[in-house]
């Protein structure tokens, strides 16, 4: 099988979110970049799907300035078999990215399976992976916590609200995009990080994936950190009046219940 | 004033509130506000949307419908927002919403903006901010070039819906022709619990590690049910295998902007505050008074959960029972 999964490199969550001098983005120095932790799940779940299946390639694609090289080469250690990088502004939204790995996507052979994360956990959109798919016209389940497969497609477990699920069946060749739960990622070990060196990692250029800055359909402007919000009252007193007291509150200042 | 068309919302026939609060919003700014709405056998809920403010209800209907999927509910939206031409398109930030417009974008060739929380409409554009680094900071987005603005709008971030039985929609039914198609809902699992979703509920109350073990999570619901809460839970209790990952709150988890927050036995760890810092009022019940989720707390309690939330629920129930 033809096995692909899309990454994004994201700042760690412990990441404490400074503004640059203009507010038109964050300050990156110091943030330490990890691969957003949904993609994770897809990075294992394509590396489960090849060892079950013999003779298949696991690709990986991420799309960045030159920093998420690492990223890929994280993914190659955990043992997917080559790299490709699409060379994007920092500042690329959600459809230039998508529009951008459907670009490279099209440059393939063969395509049976695509996956990503959910979502990622910088922007938090959860676009670029129904974009991939629309723009390649094939079917996409997201929030994926279970995948049984046969030989014409899958057979997902989707996540939706209330704590409900629901079984989403389409064929190959399609995108599924994975939620935590779906399964535990592998790290990588020392001799596959040292392996993982010598693997290929392709570079694409806007114009080889047939993008350019007309794709970009949004910009983020003139970021804000939240309101640092007063710290409120601490209700003092026994158990009792603490509880009578906050519901008192609840109800007749802050009129919530 | 501008030409806004809302994506509206059911499930297991029954309109979602995030559906009224986005049709009450934008026909209070004075826009010509219509509705789509999609399923089987649900003629009555059309008139319903009318109520919070559609004036026009195109109403699609078909037993491929019963279930949602982007790829057939597409189909159907794309042909009328196409013949409609709106200035504005919205829908609420919920697992279908957020699944499904940004196919919708893309098929018209426009940004989307998603998982709002603030929108404001300006003549014949809306101007909108939405949290990044799951509400470390917030950005306002801009749309480039011509074409409907597209954006999903959280649930709860607009507040209000009302209710007006006087008015009445115009309801136009649609028989979709839908084709053969590749993505089926083959079935549905339903929830066990019958409370809200943590994403949609007005009030959620969310336990930490100090819970101890899952068990008590009891306490929690408990006063959960007397409010009509979802029941939500941060990274250290969810990794701790107390509660399921879909009812974590935070930047791993679920994104979330009730009225009202109880965090129990939370200490507030950076990314579980990203993920809750915009409900409208947080409480926190901790025993550590130096806990940072005190910093962002309009109400706190120092003291110990196990004695504070049962007391607690039984002062809900007092408060409920009077005003019923």
């Known amino acids: 099988m033809n096995i692909y999964i899309c990454i994004k490199q994201v700042p760690d969550t412990e990441t404490k979110i400074k503004l640059n001098s203009e507010q038109s983005g964050i300050d990156t120095t110091g943030v330490k970049w990890i691969i957003s932790p949904y993609d994770e799940l897809a990075i294992e779940e394509a590396l489960r799907l090849k060892e079950k299946n013999t003779g298949s390639t696991v690709t990986v694609l991420s799309c960045g300035p030159t920093r998420v090289v690492e990223a890929i080469r994280t993914a190659l250690a955990m043992g997917a078999d080559s790299g490709i990088h699409v060379d994007l502004p920092e500042t690329a939204d959600n459809n230039l990215i998508a529009k951008a790995l459907a670009g490279a996507f099209k440059k393939e052979t063969k395509i049976d399976i695509i996956f990503t994360g959910k979502e990622s956990i910088d922007d938090g959109a959860a676009q670029v992976s129904q974009l991939i798919a629309t723009y390649l016209d094939i079917p996409y389940i997201t929030v994926v916590l279970n995948i049984e497969y046969s030989p014409q497609g899958v057979k997902c477990k989707r996540e939706i609200e209330g704590g409900a699920f629901e079984i989403v069946e389409a064929p190959f060749p399609l995108l599924v995009a994975t939620q935590k739960g779906l399964n535990e990622p592998r790290y990588a070990s020392l001799p596959n990080i040292m392996k993982a060196k010598k693997k290929e990692v392709r570079v694409l250029k806007m114009a080889d994936v047939e993008v350019s800055a007309a794709d970009q359909k949004i910009r983020f402007k003139n970021f804000q950190l939240p309101p640092p919000k007063q710290a409120g009252k601490k209700i003092p007193g026994d158990p009792h009046s603490q509880a009578k007291e906050l519901v008192r509150l609840l109800h007749e200042e802050a009129k919530v219940v | ?324």
Request: aromatic fraction near 4%; charge should be neutral.
């Open chain 2, 1 to 324: 004033m501008a030409k806004v068309i809302i994506i509206a919302e059911q499930r297991d026939g029954r309109l979602k509130k995030s559906t009224f609060e986005l049709l009450s919003a934008s026909s209070a700014a004075g826009n010509e506000t219509q509705a789509i709405l999609l399923g089987d056998g649900i003629t009555d809920l059309a008139k319903e949307l009318g109520h919070y403010g559609a004036q026009t209800v195109h109403l699609i209907q078909n037993p491929a419908l019963k279930f949602y999927t982007a790829e057939a509910y597409s189909i159907e939206i794309i042909k009328i927002l196409k013949s409609k031409n709106p200035d504005i398109i919205l829908a609420s930030h919920t697992p279908s919403g957020r699944d499904l417009l940004p196919r919708i974008a893309a098929q018209l060739g426009v940004g989307l903006a998603s998982d709002c929380t603030q929108l404001s409409f300006e003549g014949n554009k809306i101007k909108v901010r939405r949290p990044v680094y799951a509400g470390k900071a917030t950005v306002e987005v801009e749309f480039i070039g011509p074409g409907p603005q597209v954006a999903t709008v959280r649930p709860n971030a607009l507040g209000g819906a009302k209710l007006n039985t006087n008015q009445t929609a115009e309801i136009i039914s649609i028989t979709a022709s839908l084709g053969t198609l590749k993505t089926k809902v083959t079935d549905v699992v339903r929830g066990v619990s019958g409370r809200p979703d943590v994403t949609e509920a007005a009030i959620v109350v969310s336990g930490g590690r100090s819970l101890k073990n899952a068990e008590n999570f009891k306490l929690l619901e408990e006063m959960g049910d007397v409010l009509g809460a979802a029941v939500g839970a941060s990274r250290a209790a969810v990794d701790a295998g107390f509660r399921p990952h879909r009812d974590q709150v935070g930047q791993t988890g679920k994104v979330v902007s009730p009225t009202l927050y109880i965090a129990c036995g939370i200490s507030g760890a950076i990314q579980h505050l990203a993920g809750m810092r915009t409900s409208k009022v947080i409480v926190a019940i901790n025993l550590d008074p130096e806990a940072p989720i005190f910093q962002i707390a309009d109400y706190g309690i120092v003291g110990d959960l196990f004695l504070i939330v049962p007391l607690l629920k039984d002062e809900f129930k007092k408060i409920k029972d009077e005003h019923n």
